[in-house]
C-alpha cells in the first residue's frame, strides 16, 4: 500500500511561489492527483498527472499559475505554484485520482494579502 508525504508548505505573500513535493512510500507509476481543502470548504482537485509525466488536468483557477510534474525515479511529484492568491491558501495532499488511499497529513499553504 502506498503512502504519500506532503511538505513543502508555508507562509507566503500574495504574488509569491511555494513548490511543494508529494513523496511516495514505493514506486509509483500510476496517475496521481494534487488536492486542496480551505477550512470550511471541500477538498478539491488542483491538478493531476498521468503516469508518463504529462498534466491531465488543472482547476480554471489555477491555470497558468500551478505546474505539476513528476520524478518516478524518485518516487515524487511536484506542484509549483507561482503568484498565489490569499484563496489558495489550503491544506494540500496529493492521492491516486481514481483509486485513493489514506490522506496523508498534508502540508499547510498560507498566503497573505
Known amino acids: 500500500q502506498v503512502q504519500f508525504v506532503e511538505s513543502g508548505g508555508g507562509l507566503v505573500q500574495a504574488g509569491g511561489s511555494l513548490r511543494l513535493s508529494c513523496a511516495a512510500s514505493?514506486?509509483?507509476?500510476?496517475?496521481i492527483g494534487w488536492y486542496r481543502q480551505a477550512p470550511g470548504n471541500e477538498r478539491e482537485l488542483v491538478a493531476h498527472?498521468?503516469?508518463?509525466?504529462?498534466?491531465?488536468y488543472y482547476v480554471d483557477s489555477v491555470k497558468g499559475r500551478f505546474t505539476i510534474s513528476r520524478d518516478n525515479a524518485k518516487n515524487t511529484v511536484y506542484l509549483q505554484m507561482n503568484s498565489l492568491k490569499p484563496e489558495d491558501t489550503a491544506v494540500y495532499y496529493c492521492?491516486?485520482?481514481?483509486?485513493?488511499?489514506?490522506w496523508g497529513q498534508g502540508t499547510r499553504v498560507t498566503v497573505s494579502s
Open positions: 514505493g514506486s509509483t507509476f500510476a496517475a
Open positions: 492521492n491516486f485520482p481514481f483509486h485513493r488511499v489514506g
Open positions: 498527472i498521468n503516469r508518463d509525466g504529462s498534466p491531465y
